[in-house]
């Protein structure tokens, strides 16, 4: 069986037999709808980490390999699926979100029931069903994510599937979506020739950080900050390659704070080579600010 690769939320990377993948109703349904049947593309899981992924796939590996063809599942599997999910709370939660996301319904259920004995109630209490957004009398909706519609392509021809709003945090992705000639397209096709896979990476993590951490205002919060920090904490190797990826991308927030974070290494001794960039990216947003004001312009009466 062909062999799939799967990108958890910490940049580790999976490569799993296509039918191990499938005991998530979530990847099923991306393999079929993107006919993805091999591990040149990589499959971002943004909401899972690799800890709780590895959990995920040793629970389809485990029910791959022992099929029970009967209701009532035998006793060393019983057995099993007990020692598996003897986790501490905090875990388990985490599983039952994760489970939750990726729709792997036999592992929600046995994680749900496990929860119900842990706390010693026949219904779990609302506030912790919220907290791990599930409902008791359906899974039609616990898919928490709409499905990929944009496909990125690395210099080195590694594909990345994103959602829509995770692939228009890049302003190429929203020139692109936008095009009269993509419009009815149910995926958008981007290629990065100058962007490896590892910078592409490092670029749809924080596309997928900001869409699930948006705030209102001016100022970032100081949770946001300290993950930009953290996220920024890379060699200066790295810094300038994924400043040109982010400019390359037209992912503005990236460019800037990436940009701001080298000055800031070098003591203000940014090279010419980022200055360069950065002169050119505020004449291009100065020329489309001016652009857009002319069309907001109502056209005169004569």
């Given at each position: 069986m062909p062999d799939i690769r799967l990108e958890s939320s910490d940049n580790e990377t999976f490569i799993v037999d296509i039918q191990v993948a499938k005991c998530s109703d979530t990847i099923k349904t991306v393999l079929k709808d993107h006919e993805i049947d091999d591990c040149k593309?990589?499959?971002?899981?943004?909401?899972?980490n690799s800890a709780i992924l590895r959990k995920i796939l040793e629970w389809a590996c485990y029910h791959k390999e022992h099929v029970s063809t009967d209701k009532q599942k035998p006793a060393d599997m019983l057995a099993w699926e007990a020692d598996f999910l003897n986790i501490c709370q905090v875990d388990l939660f985490e599983l039952i979100s994760a489970a939750s996301y990726l729709n792997v319904g036999d592992l929600l259920d046995a994680a749900y029931e496990k929860v119900k004995k842990m706390l010693g109630v026949d219904k779990i209490p609302k506030e912790i069903r919220e907290m791990l957004r599930i409902r008791e009398d359906s899974y039609e909706e616990l898919r928490l994510e709409k499905m990929p519609y944009f496909h990125f392509e690395s210099s080195d021809n590694?594909?990345?599937?994103?959602?829509?709003?995770?692939?228009?945090?890049?302003?190429?992705?929203?020139?692109?979506?936008?095009?009269?000639?993509?419009?009815?397209?149910?995926?958008?096709?981007?290629?990065?020739?100058?962007?490896?896979?590892a910078i592409l990476r490092k670029i749809l993590q924080?596309?997928?950080?900001?869409?699930?951490?948006?705030?209102?205002?001016?100022?970032?919060?100081?949770?946001?900050?300290?993950?930009?920090?953290?996220?920024?904490?890379?060699?200066?190797?790295?810094?300038?390659?994924?400043?040109?990826?982010?400019?390359?991308?037209?992912?503005g927030d990236l460019f800037y704070a990436a940009c701001e974070k080298m000055d800031k290494m070098l003591g203000g001794k940014m090279p010419e080579e980022i200055r360069e960039m950065l002169r050119i990216r505020?004449?291009?947003e100065a020329a489309e600010a001016e652009w857009l004001e002319e069309i907001s312009q109502p056209e005169p009466i004569w």
């Open positions: 593309t990589s499959i971002p899981l943004p909401n899972v590694e594909i990345f599937i994103v959602d829509k709003q995770v692939g228009k945090h890049a302003g190429i992705g929203v020139t692109m979506w936008e095009c009269e000639w993509m419009k009815g397209l149910e995926n958008v096709d981007v290629l990065a020739p100058n962007v490896n896979s924080w596309a997928c950080y900001h869409k699930e951490h948006a705030y209102e205002g001016f100022e970032e919060p100081a949770d946001m900050l300290a993950w930009e920090a953290d996220f920024l904490n890379i060699c200066q190797v790295d810094l300038f390659e994924l400043i040109s990826g982010a400019n390359a991308l037209n992912v505020e004449e291009q």
